[in-house]
Protein backbone atom coordinates (compact mmCIF):
# COMPACT_ATOMS: atom_id res chain seq x y z
CA UNK A 1 0.00 0.00 0.00
CA UNK A 2 0.98 3.66 -0.73
CA UNK A 3 0.55 6.39 1.61
CA UNK A 4 0.39 10.07 -0.43
CA UNK A 5 1.03 12.84 1.94
CA UNK A 6 0.01 16.04 0.07
CA UNK A 7 1.41 18.24 2.43
CA UNK A 8 1.22 21.61 0.85
CA UNK A 9 2.86 24.40 0.84
CA UNK A 10 0.28 27.30 2.35
CA UNK A 11 -2.01 28.96 -0.04
CA UNK A 12 -1.42 27.01 -2.96
CA UNK A 13 -4.75 24.94 -2.69
CA UNK A 14 -7.27 25.67 -0.27
CA UNK A 15 -8.45 22.00 -0.39
CA UNK A 16 -9.75 21.84 -3.63
CA UNK A 17 -7.63 19.32 -4.49
CA UNK A 18 -8.78 17.25 -1.76
CA UNK A 19 -12.45 18.47 -2.69
CA UNK A 20 -12.06 17.17 -6.13
CA UNK A 21 -10.90 13.92 -5.19
CA UNK A 22 -13.60 13.23 -2.07
CA UNK A 23 -16.40 14.19 -5.36
CA UNK A 24 -15.04 10.74 -6.98
CA UNK A 25 -14.17 8.34 -3.54
CA UNK A 26 -16.86 5.85 -4.76
CA UNK A 27 -15.01 5.53 -8.04
CA UNK A 28 -11.61 5.80 -6.90
CA UNK A 29 -12.50 3.18 -3.97
CA UNK A 30 -13.30 0.80 -6.51
CA UNK A 31 -9.71 0.99 -7.66
CA UNK A 32 -8.58 0.43 -4.57
CA UNK A 33 -7.54 3.84 -4.09
CA UNK A 34 -8.79 5.26 -0.53
CA UNK A 35 -9.60 9.04 -0.09
CA UNK A 36 -10.60 9.35 3.78
CA UNK A 37 -12.26 12.08 5.56
CA UNK A 38 -9.93 15.02 6.62
CA UNK A 39 -11.86 14.31 10.13
CA UNK A 40 -10.24 11.43 10.33
CA UNK A 41 -6.82 11.39 9.91
CA UNK A 42 -5.72 14.97 10.56
CA UNK A 43 -5.91 14.79 14.46
CA UNK A 44 -4.81 11.60 14.23
CA UNK A 45 -1.69 11.88 13.08
CA UNK A 46 -1.27 14.72 14.74
CA UNK A 47 -2.13 13.30 18.16
CA UNK A 48 0.21 10.38 17.21
CA UNK A 49 3.15 12.16 15.86
CA UNK A 50 3.24 14.18 19.08
CA UNK A 51 2.92 11.16 21.28
CA UNK A 52 5.74 9.11 19.65
CA UNK A 53 8.15 12.21 19.84
CA UNK A 54 9.89 10.82 16.22
CA UNK A 55 10.41 7.24 16.98
CA UNK A 56 9.12 4.53 14.37
CA UNK A 57 5.13 3.48 15.56
CA UNK A 58 4.92 0.23 16.96
CA UNK A 59 2.77 -2.22 14.37
CA UNK A 60 0.36 -2.45 16.97
CA UNK A 61 0.15 2.15 16.46
CA UNK A 62 0.67 1.11 12.59
CA UNK A 63 -2.29 -0.62 12.62
CA UNK A 64 -4.88 1.64 14.70
CA UNK A 65 -3.94 4.44 13.24
CA UNK A 66 -4.91 3.23 9.57
CA UNK A 67 -8.49 1.84 11.56
CA UNK A 68 -9.04 4.88 12.48
CA UNK A 69 -8.43 6.59 9.21
CA UNK A 70 -10.08 4.23 6.76
CA UNK A 71 -13.19 1.56 7.21
CA UNK A 72 -11.58 -0.52 3.85
CA UNK A 73 -9.30 -3.31 5.11
CA UNK A 74 -7.00 -3.38 2.09
CA UNK A 75 -6.26 -0.65 -0.69
CA UNK A 76 -3.61 0.40 -3.33
CA UNK A 77 -3.39 3.75 -1.88
CA UNK A 78 -4.45 6.11 0.83
CA UNK A 79 -4.58 9.88 -0.18
CA UNK A 80 -3.78 12.20 3.08
CA UNK A 81 -3.73 15.86 2.40
CA UNK A 82 -3.21 18.58 4.59
CA UNK A 83 -1.13 22.20 4.00
CA UNK A 84 -0.38 22.18 8.06
CA UNK A 85 1.12 18.32 8.00
CA UNK A 86 4.43 20.12 8.46
CA UNK A 87 3.66 23.46 10.46
CA UNK A 88 0.75 26.46 10.76
CA UNK A 89 1.53 29.57 8.21
CA UNK A 90 3.07 31.44 10.84
CA UNK A 91 5.85 29.40 10.98
CA UNK A 92 6.20 28.29 7.51
CA UNK A 93 9.75 30.75 7.09
CA UNK A 94 12.31 30.39 9.57
CA UNK A 95 16.41 30.11 10.35
CA UNK A 96 16.59 31.34 6.49
CA UNK A 97 14.75 28.52 5.39
CA UNK A 98 10.92 27.60 4.04
CA UNK A 99 9.40 25.59 6.62
CA UNK A 100 12.76 25.03 8.84
CA UNK A 101 10.96 22.08 10.40
CA UNK A 102 10.02 20.42 7.61
CA UNK A 103 12.50 17.44 7.34
CA UNK A 104 12.07 16.25 10.55
CA UNK A 105 8.68 16.46 10.55
CA UNK A 106 8.43 13.98 7.22
CA UNK A 107 10.60 11.70 9.15
CA UNK A 108 8.11 11.80 11.57
CA UNK A 109 5.33 11.09 8.94
CA UNK A 110 7.12 8.66 7.37
CA UNK A 111 7.60 6.86 11.04
CA UNK A 112 4.21 6.43 11.06
CA UNK A 113 3.75 4.18 8.42
CA UNK A 114 7.30 2.65 8.31
CA UNK A 115 5.60 -0.85 7.25
CA UNK A 116 4.01 1.23 4.17
CA UNK A 117 5.14 3.02 0.80
CA UNK A 118 5.40 6.59 1.23
CA UNK A 119 5.61 9.55 -1.66
CA UNK A 120 5.31 13.09 -0.79
CA UNK A 121 3.30 15.78 -2.89
CA UNK A 122 4.24 19.45 -3.10
CA UNK A 123 3.47 22.46 -4.83
CA UNK A 124 5.74 25.25 -5.12
CA UNK A 125 4.77 28.98 -5.76
CA UNK A 126 6.97 32.52 -6.55
CA UNK A 127 8.49 33.45 -2.93
CA UNK A 128 6.95 37.01 -4.66
CA UNK A 129 3.50 35.97 -3.99
CA UNK A 130 4.15 32.99 -1.73
CA UNK A 131 5.90 35.30 1.11
CA UNK A 132 3.06 38.06 1.28
CA UNK A 133 0.50 35.16 1.20
CA UNK A 134 1.31 33.25 4.15
CA UNK A 135 2.54 36.38 5.75
CA UNK A 136 -1.19 37.71 5.33
CA UNK A 137 -2.44 34.43 7.47
CA UNK A 138 0.39 34.40 10.21
CA UNK A 139 -1.52 37.07 12.17
CA UNK A 140 1.55 38.55 12.69
CA UNK A 141 1.28 42.40 12.31
CA UNK A 142 5.22 42.66 12.24
CA UNK A 143 6.80 41.34 8.94
CA UNK A 144 10.58 40.88 10.17
CA UNK A 145 9.24 39.41 13.32
CA UNK A 146 7.43 37.29 10.82
CA UNK A 147 10.53 36.62 8.65
CA UNK A 148 12.59 35.22 11.72
CA UNK A 149 15.56 36.94 10.27
CA UNK A 150 15.42 35.63 7.19
CA UNK A 151 16.29 36.72 4.03
CA UNK A 152 13.61 36.52 1.15
CA UNK A 153 16.30 37.01 -2.05
CA UNK A 154 17.97 33.76 0.01
CA UNK A 155 15.00 31.47 0.29
CA UNK A 156 14.80 28.39 -1.82
CA UNK A 157 12.30 25.63 -2.17
CA UNK A 158 15.10 23.22 -3.91
CA UNK A 159 16.63 23.73 -0.17
CA UNK A 160 13.51 22.09 1.39
CA UNK A 161 13.27 19.66 -1.11
CA UNK A 162 16.85 18.60 -0.24
CA UNK A 163 16.35 18.31 3.27
CA UNK A 164 13.30 16.25 2.73
CA UNK A 165 14.74 14.06 0.64
CA UNK A 166 18.18 13.78 3.32
CA UNK A 167 15.67 12.43 5.85
CA UNK A 168 13.62 10.21 3.95
CA UNK A 169 15.56 9.14 0.95
CA UNK A 170 13.17 6.21 0.04
CA UNK A 171 10.00 8.54 -0.13
CA UNK A 172 9.64 10.01 -3.53
CA UNK A 173 8.06 13.41 -4.25
CA UNK A 174 6.01 14.71 -6.90
CA UNK A 175 6.26 18.37 -7.29
CA UNK A 176 4.49 21.18 -9.27
CA UNK A 177 4.31 24.78 -9.91
CA UNK A 178 1.54 26.98 -8.39
CA UNK A 179 0.92 29.11 -11.42
CA UNK A 180 1.04 25.82 -13.41
CA UNK A 181 -1.96 24.55 -11.15
CA UNK A 182 -5.10 25.61 -13.41
CA UNK A 183 -3.24 23.98 -16.87
CA UNK A 184 -2.18 20.84 -14.90
CA UNK A 185 -4.98 20.27 -12.89
CA UNK A 186 -6.02 17.15 -14.55
CA UNK A 187 -2.20 15.83 -14.65
CA UNK A 188 -2.08 16.49 -10.81
CA UNK A 189 -5.17 14.65 -9.79
CA UNK A 190 -3.88 11.71 -11.60
CA UNK A 191 -0.44 12.35 -10.19
CA UNK A 192 -1.90 11.96 -6.27
CA UNK A 193 -4.63 9.84 -6.99
CA UNK A 194 -3.00 7.19 -9.52
CA UNK A 195 -5.49 6.64 -11.82
CA UNK A 196 -5.07 5.47 -14.69
CA UNK A 197 -5.88 7.53 -18.30
CA UNK A 198 -8.92 5.61 -18.53
CA UNK A 199 -10.17 7.46 -15.35
CA UNK A 200 -12.43 10.51 -15.57
CA UNK A 201 -12.49 12.84 -12.83
CA UNK A 202 -15.95 14.40 -11.96
CA UNK A 203 -16.12 17.63 -11.63
CA UNK A 204 -12.53 18.49 -12.53
CA UNK A 205 -13.11 21.76 -14.06
CA UNK A 206 -14.53 23.01 -10.56
CA UNK A 207 -11.35 24.60 -9.44
CA UNK A 208 -11.41 26.43 -12.50
CA UNK A 209 -14.68 27.97 -11.70
CA UNK A 210 -13.13 29.73 -8.30
CA UNK A 211 -10.53 31.34 -10.77
CA UNK A 212 -12.74 32.42 -13.85
CA UNK A 213 -16.00 32.35 -12.50
CA UNK A 214 -19.59 30.48 -13.59
CA UNK A 215 -19.93 32.67 -16.63
CA UNK A 216 -16.48 31.71 -17.47
CA UNK A 217 -16.66 27.72 -16.37
CA UNK A 218 -20.00 27.55 -18.33
CA UNK A 219 -17.96 29.11 -21.31
CA UNK A 220 -14.99 26.69 -21.29
CA UNK A 221 -16.90 23.33 -20.73
CA UNK A 222 -19.20 24.36 -23.75
CA UNK A 223 -16.29 24.89 -26.04
CA UNK A 224 -14.44 21.44 -24.49
CA UNK A 225 -17.89 19.95 -25.56
CA UNK A 226 -17.92 21.00 -28.77
CA UNK A 227 -14.34 20.94 -29.60
CA UNK A 228 -13.04 18.34 -27.33
CA UNK A 229 -8.75 18.20 -27.15
CA UNK A 230 -7.22 14.98 -28.85
CA UNK A 231 -4.49 15.99 -26.66
CA UNK A 232 -3.64 16.96 -22.65
CA UNK A 233 -1.18 19.89 -24.61
CA UNK A 234 -4.56 20.76 -26.49
CA UNK A 235 -6.34 20.69 -23.17
CA UNK A 236 -3.79 23.22 -22.07
CA UNK A 237 -3.67 25.97 -24.53
CA UNK A 238 -7.53 26.15 -24.29
CA UNK A 239 -7.72 26.59 -20.77
CA UNK A 240 -4.89 28.73 -21.00
CA UNK A 241 -6.79 31.48 -23.31
CA UNK A 242 -10.00 31.10 -21.27
CA UNK A 243 -8.12 32.10 -18.15
CA UNK A 244 -6.35 35.00 -19.82
CA UNK A 245 -9.91 36.05 -21.01
CA UNK A 246 -11.58 35.27 -17.61
CA UNK A 247 -9.55 34.73 -14.57
CA UNK A 248 -6.94 37.19 -15.26
CA UNK A 249 -7.91 39.67 -12.23
CA UNK A 250 -7.96 36.41 -10.05
CA UNK A 251 -4.91 35.08 -10.41
CA UNK A 252 -3.57 38.87 -9.67
CA UNK A 253 -1.97 39.58 -6.95
CA UNK A 254 -1.06 42.78 -5.25
CA UNK A 255 2.14 43.42 -3.58
CA UNK A 256 2.48 45.22 -0.25
CA UNK A 257 5.27 45.24 1.49
CA UNK A 258 7.58 47.45 3.14
CA UNK A 259 10.57 47.81 0.46
CA UNK A 260 9.44 45.33 -1.96
CA UNK A 261 9.48 47.24 -4.83
CA UNK A 262 8.74 46.23 -8.73
CA UNK A 263 12.53 45.55 -9.32
CA UNK A 264 12.65 43.42 -5.59
CA UNK A 265 9.93 40.99 -7.15
CA UNK A 266 11.61 40.64 -10.61
CA UNK A 267 14.02 39.62 -8.62
CA UNK A 268 12.49 37.18 -6.16
CA UNK A 269 10.88 35.90 -9.38
CA UNK A 270 14.03 35.44 -11.04
CA UNK A 271 15.44 33.72 -8.37
CA UNK A 272 12.54 31.49 -8.40
CA UNK A 273 12.48 30.22 -11.69
CA UNK A 274 16.37 29.28 -11.47
CA UNK A 275 15.47 27.05 -8.34
CA UNK A 276 12.84 25.56 -10.48
CA UNK A 277 15.79 24.10 -12.52
CA UNK A 278 17.60 22.65 -9.69
CA UNK A 279 14.06 21.23 -8.62
CA UNK A 280 13.84 19.40 -12.22
CA UNK A 281 16.98 17.89 -12.21
CA UNK A 282 17.13 16.53 -8.31
CA UNK A 283 16.69 12.44 -8.15
CA UNK A 284 14.12 11.04 -6.63
CA UNK A 285 11.71 14.30 -8.30
CA UNK A 286 9.16 13.97 -10.55
CA UNK A 287 8.33 17.32 -11.23
CA UNK A 288 5.09 17.96 -13.27
CA UNK A 289 4.65 21.04 -15.97
CA UNK A 290 2.70 21.87 -19.06
Same mark, same amino acid.
Given at each position: MEIVLHVGAHSTDEDNLLKCLYKNKAGL??????? &?? &???????????MQALVGDVAPIETQEALLDSIMDEDQAERVVLSHESFFCVPGRSIGNGEF???????? $???? %? !? +????DVRFCIAVRNPAT +???????? =????NFEHFLDGSDPMALRWSGLITRIRSMVPDAPITLWCNEDTPLLWPQILKAIAGTDDGFRFEGVNDFLGTIMGRG????????? @???????? %???????? $? +? !?????? =??? @????? !? &?????AYVNQLSEFYDRDLELLDAMPGVTFLTP
Amino acid at each position: MEIVLHVGAHSTDEDNLLKCLYKNKAGLGQRGIII &PE &PSRYRPAIRETMQALVGDVAPIETQEALLDSIMDEDQAERVVLSHESFFCVPGRSIGNGEFYPTASLKA $ARLR %N !L +FSREDVRFCIAVRNPAT +FIPAVFER =AKDPNFEHFLDGSDPMALRWSGLITRIRSMVPDAPITLWCNEDTPLLWPQILKAIAGTDDGFRFEGVNDFLGTIMGRGGLNRLESYL @ETHPPQTE %NQRERIIA $A +F !LDKFGA =AAL @EQEID !L &PGWTEAYVNQLSEFYDRDLELLDAMPGVTFLTP
